[in-house]
């Protein structure tokens, strides 16, 4: 869901299968001892177009460079983070998050007594990223509350097309992937998904009048999240972005409608109730 690879200027620069061509070069860096010239200091760093790459980098201080991060538990969250994504929860070995990580076994037990504690920690580090490294840059100038939401669509759009179409909702993709997670990881899930909707309800609080006046507010924004996952699940599937553009055209389409509905309401003439003078016949 967190959009969270977010502004590809990184996948542009480093062509179509730029992120692994990243993360492969950032590997060879830290063997070298230094860091690849897109990361170097003085250059502008740049905003990447998923949430969840996003978060990799810069979660709570955009200066921050987590893969070479003293902070040992904070360079286990985010390995495990981009090996989820990549490759999936369960396609991922304690070995290759060790690995990847640069970190001991011990140390990673004495912070993650289990895997499962380890994948609570990204769901956590992925709820905490929400504001800051998706919706912000996302609503960055818009004062429309209507225009966010489509802004926000808006970014996971340019996540397929900036990765053609291999973009997969962090998120969404584990939901799917854990088809009987645990209470605490359903959870965890769950908090990221409320958090998303959540934003998206205020959104169409925030628009008042200009929608009918007892419109479920909270339905309508799990309708817009599913729309967004469907979308791009389905433009996942068949590589094609009009996957994702004909649900946003259909969710547009109905906004339009209940815009509609309320000027009809809104401009028809109130009855006021009251005695009426008539007398009754006897």
């Given amino acids: ?141 818009i004062d429309d509350p209507i225009g966010k939401v489509f802004a926000l669509l808006a970014r996971y759009r340019k996540s397929l097309v900036d990765t053609d179409c291999f973009y997969a909702c962090p998120i969404g993709s584990l939901a799917l992937e854990l088809h009987e997670p645990d209470p605490p990881v359903r959870e965890g899930l769950a908090k990221n998904f409320r958090a998303w909707v959540g934003a998206i309800e205020g959104c169409l609080k925030d628009a008042a009048a200009r929608l009918p006046r007892n419109l479920d507010r909270r339905s309508v924004a799990e309708f817009v999240l599913t729309t967004m996952e469907g979308g791009v699940m389905q433009a996942r599937t068949f590589r094609d972005v009009a996957y994702f553009d004909n649900a946003v055209g259909q969710l547009k389409g109905y906004f339009d409608y209940l815009g509609r509905d309320a000027a009809a309401t809104a401009s028809r003439p109130t009855r006021k109730r009251g005695r009426s003078n008539k007398r009754r016949p006897r």
């Fill in 1 to 141: 869901m967190h959009q969270d690879l977010f502004s590809c200027g990184g996948v542009n620069r480093w062509g179509r299968c730029g992120y692994m061509r990243f993360v492969r070069l950032r590997r060879a860096a830290a063997n070298r001892r230094e860091r690849p010239d897109a990361l170097k200091p003085g250059r502008e760093r740049r905003q990447l177009t998923d949430h969840s790459r996003a978060v990799i980098f810069n979660l709570n201080d955009h200066s921050s460079d987590v893969m070479e991060s003293p902070d040992t538990r904070q360079r286990l969250v985010f390995t495990a983070l981009r090996l989820f994504w990549e490759k999936g929860y369960g396609s991922t070995s304690i070995a290759e998050i060790l690995q990847s990580a640069s970190v001991n076994s011990g140390s990673l037990y004495h912070f993650f007594p289990s895997k499962q504690d380890l994948l609570l920690a990204v769901l956590d580090a992925y709820h905490e990223g929400i504001y800051p490294m998706l919706l912000e840059p996302a609503w960055a100038g």
